[in-house]
């Protein structure tokens, strides 16, 4: 059925719940599960399809490694749900909070709304050699804020169907509260999700923003870009790569490789699209050029193939400029801009010191971004505020008690 937002939110709104839900109800959304008491400091979690013409399904590696798993199955029913559909998350506190904006949070990639949020240490990989059983989630609900959280269908999907489930996310939340405006915190990939939205950075058949967040932070954000996967390539590869015995979830700079004597093809894993594969477009949204900045590192195999293209000694792609040319969204998102009216707040990390990573050290970073990414205000009318926590890697900017503390400050 297509969601009546007052009446399956809020059983018997007020009036000026119903105009606010009338208004938000721009998006064909169907209800289709709700999952009570889930744990991990969640009341419910609520699985939504937006009926708008132009979603679909992205494709998904054929070995399993980016499929939805976990408790995120069982939520999407699937581990390859359709980009049509994604989670709302809603912590403990939503419907008591005294605080009077409610806060929706946006992941990153390669990760899911419990393990960045509520239970850091779900997988094992929070940034720390110890990981806590509690997150942002709680320690904002527990300072009064009415916290919700988004869980995207795709590991590493297209930001753009990303920001209109964002936009989506966001009219709930008004729907469910009868609030003018929420709130946006958002970590890594989900910065470029959520800047998308709020920049009316859209597809053809998108809708534009709806001038309904009130203050956006950004954790180790992008707003500048990188070049990671291209200016350490050789040593990615060998994590991903399958003919090498790699499988993490991650991006190749390469079309081609050899492993153990054999020159091998895997194309699903290229961030180009490649043989009719594309299953990392979100990555490719990503892209920037720091090489005039930091360098490239030249003691990697096929450093210079992998950042410019060609054909290496062991190893063949297309260059780094030739993915931002299939579709990166930097450029586009900067000069689109932020309106002024958002107020816009970046916090970034200094510790380049992720356990079992290979950290960037071509200059300061997080571990992933640089600290002059994270920063970068290009196209941000109205900077509410920056600050660098040079304690701090990518992983732990999402729980870290002094992340908590600043973004509970910005919140107000």
Not at 7 to 32: C, D, F, I, S, Y
Not at 112 to 135: F, I, K, L, Q, V
Not at 317 to 341: E, V, Y
Not at 364 to 381: C, Q
Request: hydrophobic letters at 40%.
């Amino acid at each position: 059925m297509l969601l009546t937002l007052a009446a399956a939110l809020l059983g018997t709104p007020t009036a000026a719940q119903a105009a606010t839900a009338r208004a938000a109800a721009a998006a064909p959304l169907t209800l289709e599960a709700t999952f009570p008491a889930p744990g991990n400091g969640w009341a419910k979690v609520e699985r939504y399809l937006d009926t708008t013409p132009g979603f679909g399904a992205e494709q998904f590696p054929a070995d399993g490694r980016g499929d939805q798993d976990g408790a995120r199955r069982t939520y999407f029913g699937t581990g390859r749900p359709s980009s049509a559909r994604f989670l709302l998350y809603s912590a403990a506190g939503w419907d008591t909070g005294a605080q009077a904006t409610p806060v929706l949070l946006v992941h990153g990639a390669n990760d899911n709304a419990d393990r960045a949020w509520a239970n850091p240490g779900e997988s094992g990989a929070c940034g720390a050699a110890n990981c806590p059983s509690t997150g942002l989630a709680q320690y904002l609900a527990g300072t009064g804020h009415r916290v919700f959280a988004i869980g995207f269908a795709h590991k590493h999907g297209d930001n753009l169907l990303q920001a209109q489930a964002v936009g989506d996310a966001v009219a709930l939340i008004r729907a469910r509260l009868g609030v003018p405006q929420v709130d946006v915190v958002a970590w890594s990939k989900g910065e470029v999700a959520a800047r998308a939205y709020v920049s009316s950075v859209k597809p053809s058949w998108g809708r534009a923003y709806a001038g309904d967040v009130r203050r956006l932070v950004t954790l180790g954000g992008p707003h500048g870009g990188l070049d990671y996967v291209y200016a350490h390539g050789w040593d990615f590869d060998l994590v991903s790569w399958p003919a090498c015995g790699g499988t993490a979830n991650a991006p190749s700079p390469h079309l081609s490789m050899t492993c153990y004597g054999t020159y091998t093809a895997q194309p699903c894993l290229g961030v180009l699209p490649s043989g009719g594969y594309d299953c990392y477009p979100g990555q490719r949204q990503l892209l920037a050029r720091w090489d005039g900045t930091y360098g490239v590192d030249s003691s990697a195999q096929d450093w210079w193939t992998t950042y410019y293209g060609g054909q290496g000694f062991y190893t063949s792609g297309q260059g780094i400029q030739a993915a931002i040319d299939a579709g990166s969204l930097i450029a586009p998102l900067r000069q689109a801009g932020i309106p002024a009216a958002l107020r816009t707040y970046l916090l970034a990390g200094g510790s380049a010191d992720i356990p079992g990573v290979l950290n960037e050290g071509r200059g300061p970073s997080d571990g992933l971004v640089f600290t002059a990414s994270a920063l970068d205000t290009t196209g941000i009318a109205t900077v509410g505020g920056t600050r660098l926590l040079g304690g701090l890697n990518h992983l732990e900017l999402a729980w870290a008690p002094d992340a908590a503390s600043q973004v509970n400050a910005w919140l107000g």
